[in-house]
């Protein structure tokens, strides 16, 4: 078991399965892009706050973490399974978001998340806090979405700022009566 385990204390189960490659839809009213997330923590709870907020499809871009490296999987407690997942170039991200307003995240500049409309066909693309947004997700944004801090912190953690952003769509969806998810 140890030898076949990357983790120190195995669970003393082991599993081995297909890549999981579910459908992505074709016409979908929200996507989130992962822009060079490079922890495997931060994608797997990433995937997992998706998976919880039914996100129709997930981008990552290069640079960001392969979603089945074993700390992925186990920070995601099972989202591959319920998440499609692209790997895409800029691109090809460019054009899977032709006609939907596209929100960067950022630390301290833009719009309030509260005060974005959510429930118009959108993207939201998330970077790695020790490097911010790059080059391709600054230019292929439309606006910038920010969490105020009133306790003054620079920023949070990429995986809990996406999960605050997420909700807030889910929240704006359930408010104006639209289903999650599509």
């Known amino acids: 078991m140890q030898a076949m385990s990357v983790t120190e204390t195995p669970q003393g189960i082991l599993a081995v399965a297909a890549l999981p490659e579910l459908p992505a839809p074709d ?68 054009k899977r978001l032709a006609g939907r307003a596209i929100f960067l995240a950022d630390t301290g500049s833009g719009a309030p998340y509260h005060d974005v409309n959510w429930t118009q066909p959108c993207a939201l693309i998330v970077s790695d806090e020790a490097h911010g947004p790059g080059e391709e997700a600054r230019r292929l944004a439309h606006a910038r979405v920010t969490i105020p801090m009133p306790g003054g912190m620079e920023s949070l953690n990429v995986a809990m700022a996406t999960t605050v952003l997420l909700f807030e769509w889910v929240r704006q969806q359930r408010i104006s009566g639209q289903p999650e998810g599509e």
């Not at 797997?44 to 998976?51: E, H, K, L, N, P």
């Open 27 to 94: 016409d979908f009213s929200f996507a989130l892009v992962c822009d060079a997330v490079s922890d495997p923590g931060n994608l797997g709870t990433i995937m997992r706050a998706a998976a919880s907020a039914a996100v129709p499809v997930l981008m990552l871009s290069g640079g960001t973490v392969d979603p089945f490296n074993p700390k992925v999987v186990r920070a995601a407690m099972g989202a591959h399974f319920r998440l499609p997942i692209r790997r895409l170039s800029w691109h090809g991200i460019e």
